[in-house]
Nanobody
Framework: QVQLVESGGGLVQPGGSLRLSCVAS????????MGWYRQAPGKQRELVAR???????NYADSVMGRFTISRDNARKTVYLEMNSLKAEDTAVYYC?????????????WGQGTQVTVSS
């Protein structure tokens, strides 16, 4: 059974930093595109950042220059370094793993970790 386990969320003041981690129990982790999504109260889930199996990254405009996604294939872990946090970054952050295999898209989600930015 695939599991994605996020950690690192919490309460931080505006301008502060957090680092989220997601450990995945995937046999071929290095072949998955990994992503971080977030969902604020009353809003739809949105993409924050993604990193492909080859290391290419893309970011939401709202976090460009402040957040950095990275991966450690040996540890089967993806990270999200979040700097200069703003109140509007408050949300539940979810880890996602995605792969196109045998003609179909397969994706998996973590349970989410709460990030609250408040003074």
């Amino acid at each position: 059974q695939v599991q994605l386990v996020e950690s690192g969320g919490g309460l931080v003041q505006p301008g502060g930093s957090l680092r989220l981690s997601c450990v995945a129990s995937l046999n071929i982790f290095n072949m998955y595109t990994m992503g971080w999504y977030r969902q604020a109260p009353g809003k739809q889930r949105e993409l924050v950042a993604r990193i492909s199996s080859g290391g290419s990254t893309n970011y939401a405009d709202s976090v460009m220059g402040r957040f950095t996604i990275s991966r450690d294939n040996a540890r089967k872990t993806v990270y999200l370094e979040m700097n200069s946090l703003k109140a509007e970054d408050t949300a539940v952050y979810y880890c996602n793993a995605e792969i196109f295999m045998l003609g179909s898209l397969r994706d998996y989600w973590g349970q989410g970790t709460q990030v609250t930015v408040s003074s």
